[in-house]
């Protein structure tokens, strides 16, 4: 998720304009031609007022705006956090608290010494548990309360997800749907091992029981079923998340172009039939050639892909070249075959996963590469706050519980304007890319590796799945 200025996107003007004026002013008789005159004094350059906008993946989430006096009855009070709205299905996901924490930072970071807004009295509770101050209440006609914050610092520090999420937007990387809900990411993402171990869980019985339901009464072979249990997982997280759910082609299709074309095809028709729109999902694929190919052609169906298993900027290239919408570096592996290959220990700024993302980013945003960056597969803390900024991050629970707890200051390390060293621009054929992968060791090695480990997890879903069909014969 982002937060920006609207006059920075200005796409999302008219949105703006209808939600502030729907929920506020058209009761009041207002027309919405004057709520849109008033909205375009945001769009001038002054400090106040000043609206700012929630969003994620071209989708609007929510909206705040920074203005002079939200209350007649208190003209000596002034800035006002006003007009705070988050779209229904974002709702729960901190959203709302992070629209507030970035107008309160515009107006202290202009100079005013405190920042105001007001409530009525049954949601009250909600800013003061936001480190709002009460300093009225029963005030005007409607009886509001007047709160005030100070400082950002007044109240307890955020955490450092609470930072990250101002900065990145976070993807849960997981198929627990309790965990999602207990971390309120953005995106979520699924392979074939998290499916299998989220499958084991008594909590998601009933989404395996419906899988092989469905396999009997359609004599479904095991991978129809396989594909019909990551459906039911990933229908059941569309309707978590705000944003995006990450859904895996089989690995084992990896050197297949043809194939893992057909099967994005069939996860997205199946997805239409619960009624999911392909703009909720992203399709995984291998960063095989083959994968890049099949990724050439999803996406000029609208059909978003997620280029999985990258290890290398070689295959970012490519990549990006064919249009992926999003592709997935994977930090905690690079890390992994340097520990074994080199014998030692890297700290969060000499972690060569690490380095290898900023090197993939710095290249994207110096070439005005729009793929987004996703960070993938880490091992610490310290491998995601070296990169906080980057356009996503996906993150295991345990590692966003530890994020949670942290209130320590997390610094923002990536930004798009920071392009310096980027790398020359790359244009590969077919020959020279796979020239560049087979010299470099560690990607060939885990490329390879990740792909045999993904389709081992699969096999094994669909013997579970086998079994169950067994003994419900």
């Known amino acids: 998720m982002d937060i920006d200025d609207l006059r920075d996107v200005p796409a999302f003007f008219d949105i703006v304009a209808e939600r502030i004026w729907s929920q506020w002013h058209a009761p009041r008789g207002v027309a919405l031609a004057e709520l849109r005159a008033r909205l375009e004094e945001n769009m001038r350059g002054d400090a106040v007022p000043k609206a700012f906008v929630a969003h994620a993946a071209g989708r609007f989430l929510g909206t705040i705006s920074l203005i002079a006096n939200d209350l007649a009855e208190r003209p000596q009070y002034a800035p006002w956090a006003a007009a705070l709205w988050v779209e229904p299905e974002a709702r729960g996901c901190g959203i709302g608290n992070a629209l507030l924490d970035s107008c309160v930072a515009a107006a202290l970071n202009n100079g005013e010494k405190s920042v105001y807004l007001c409530a009525r009295e049954d949601i009250r509770a909600y800013y003061l548990g936001r480190g709002w101050r009460l300093i009225e209440a029963g005030v005007g006609e409607r009886h509001l309360s007047v709160l005030r914050r100070d400082d950002l610092q007044e109240h307890r520090m955020p955490s450092k997800l609470d930072q990250l999420k101002s900065m990145t937007t976070i993807v849960a990387d997981t198929g627990d749907i309790e965990a999602i809900k207990a971390f309120k990411p953005t995106d979520c993402t699924t392979n074939p091992?998290?499916?299998?171990?989220?499958?084991?869980?008594?909590?998601?019985?009933?989404?395996?029981?419906?899988?092989?339901?469905?396999?009997?009464?359609?004599?479904?072979?095991?991978?129809?079923?396989?594909?019909?249990?990551?459906?039911?997982?990933?229908?059941?997280?569309?309707?978590?998340?705000?944003?995006?759910?990450?859904?895996?082609?089989?690995?084992?299709?990896?050197?297949?172009?043809?194939?893992?074309?057909?099967?994005?095809?069939?996860?997205?028709?199946?997805?239409?039939?619960?009624?999911?729109?392909?703009?909720?999902?992203?399709?995984?694929?291998?960063?095989?050639?083959?994968?890049?190919?099949?990724?050439?052609?999803?996406?000029?169906?609208?059909?978003?892909?997620?280029?999985?298993?990258?290890?290398?900027?070689?295959?970012?290239?490519?990549?990006?070249?064919?249009?992926?919408?999003?592709?997935?570096?994977?930090?905690?592996?690079?890390?992994?075959?340097?520990?074994?290959?080199e014998g030692k220990d890297f700290t969060s700024e000499t972690d060569p996963g690490v380095l290898s993302v900023r090197t993939i980013y710095a290249y994207y945003k110096a070439h005005g590469v729009k793929t987004v960056v996703m960070g993938a597969s880490f091992r610490n803390a310290g491998e995601i706050e070296a990169l906080a900024g980057c356009d996503r991050l996906t993150i295991s629970p345990q590692l966003l519980e530890e994020l949670s707890k942290d209130e320590g200051k997390l610094e923002r390390r990536l930004s798009p304007d920071r392009t310096a060293g980027a790398p020359a621009k790359m244009n590969l054929d077919e020959k020279t890319f796979r020239w560049l992968l087979n010299e470099d060791r560690m990607a060939t090695e885990k490329l390879s590796d990740g792909i045999r480990l993904f389709a081992k997890d699969l096999r094994t879903l669909r013997e579970l799945v086998s079994k169950r069909l067994e003994e419900a014969a």
């Open 193 to 341: 091992s998290l499916i299998l171990k989220a499958a084991g869980m008594p909590q998601y019985r009933h989404l395996v029981d419906e899988a092989i339901v469905w396999g009997r009464s359609h004599r479904g072979v095991s991978s129809q079923i396989t594909d019909r249990l990551a459906i039911n997982f990933g229908t059941e997280l569309t309707k978590i998340v705000p944003g995006r759910v990450s859904t895996e082609v089989d690995a084992d299709l990896s050197f297949d172009a043809k194939a893992m074309i057909d099967k994005a095809r069939a996860l997205i028709a199946a997805y239409a039939e619960r009624g999911v729109d392909r703009e909720r999902i992203l399709i995984k694929l291998a960063s095989t050639w083959e994968g890049v190919e099949a990724a050439r052609v999803l996406q000029k169906e609208g059909i978003d892909c997620n280029m999985t298993l990258l290890f290398s900027l070689a295959q970012a290239a490519v990549a990006a070249d064919a249009g992926a919408f999003l592709i997935s570096p994977f930090v905690g592996r690079i890390l992994d075959w340097h520990k074994a290959a």
